[in-house]
């Protein structure tokens, strides 16, 4: 099955999932995005690979036009969500590419279901559990924004994405990014703020990795810094890194070009 187009909807694991799918050709190309954002943060990226590949981007449960249900959310359900929709789309191996929570996501589905992988790209994101105080800043956030709505977390938030050049440069960027987490629903972040409080630690799993890794991150990334994209690189057999220079933690929207021609290197690699 393919079906090339925007904005279109299947159902699997009991919610509609909306998706992106252009270009054609090649392993598949499956973009995963953070939190709190939804596929429109892979545009740069769709754009380009879509003239060389089939490339594909879809809202996490809960987010762009992704419908959720009464489930509590977790990023094994996110995982399981990812595996169902790839066998509706009969998509029997991807290259999947996550952006921080997308990473959890990847690193949590590739742990249960290998066999569906070709290869990842993990982009500033990390494998740890949050820290016990990590956690309960979570939970407080939850109870702000249940408070008081998305106003003050957007604008907090938002700050702690881009690098400081990007922030000064590049602000029709920033409000439009700042855009996306206004426009979101606010059970959805409250509840993908516990699932991420909640989540697993998979660095202990790392080395059972057996396809190629691709781990990207912006030089200035504060929300999951460098050093823990390095600890990704050296644990996992086959990977190659590289630092994002000029970008924070939004690396793939702060310099696209950078990011792009890393992932199409590693594309072609795959693809020879
Ligand atoms: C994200 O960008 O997906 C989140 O910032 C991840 C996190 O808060 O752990």
């Not at 429109?40 to 959720?68: C, E, L, Y």
């Not at 929300?223 to 996992?236: D, K, M, N, V, W």
């Not at 310099?255 to 890393?262: L, S, V």
Request: hydrophobic content about 40%; glycine content about 8%; charged content about 25%.
């Amino acid at each position: 099955m393919q079906a090339n187009g925007k904005d279109i909807t299947v159902h699997a694991n009991g919610i509609n999932i909306c998706y992106d799918d252009l270009g054609t050709g090649g392993v598949p190309l499956l973009l995963i995005h953070g939190f709190p954002f939804d596929k429109s943060m892979w545009k740069p990226q769709v754009d380009f690979h879509k003239n060389h590949r089939r490339v594909i981007a879809a809202d996490i449960r809960g987010f762009g036009k992704s419908t959720a249900n009464s489930e509590k959310g977790s990023i094994s359900l996110f995982a399981d969500d990812l595996i169902q929709f790839m066998d509706v789309l009969q998509l029997k191996k991807v290259m999947a590419c996550g952006l921080s929570m997308g990473g959890y996501i990847v690193l949590d589905a590739v742990n249960r279901y290998p066999e569906r992988f070709d290869s990842i790209v993990l982009c500033d994101t990390q494998c740890i559990a949050d820290s016990p105080e990590g956690k309960a800043k979570r939970y407080e956030t939850i109870k702000m924004i249940e408070a008081g709505g998305l106003a003050d977390f957007a604008g907090g938030f938002i700050n702690k994405c881009f690098s400081e050049e990007t922030l000064k440069t590049k602000k029709e960027l920033v409000e439009n990014t700042k855009k996306v987490i206004l426009a979101g629903s606010i059970a959805s972040i409250t509840s993908t703020l516990a699932a991420l409080a909640e989540r697993q630690e998979r660095c202990s799993s790392l080395d059972q990795l057996d396809i190629p890794a691709l781990v990207l991150c912006g030089a200035e990334d504060t929300i999951t810094p460098l050093a823990q994209s390095e600890f990704l690189h050296h644990h996992i057999k086959d990977s190659s890194f590289y630092s994002i220079s000029g970008a924070g933690h939004l690396s793939n929207l702060e310099q696209p070009e950078q990011f792009n021609q890393h992932l199409n290197d590693f594309n072609r690699s795959r693809n020879l």
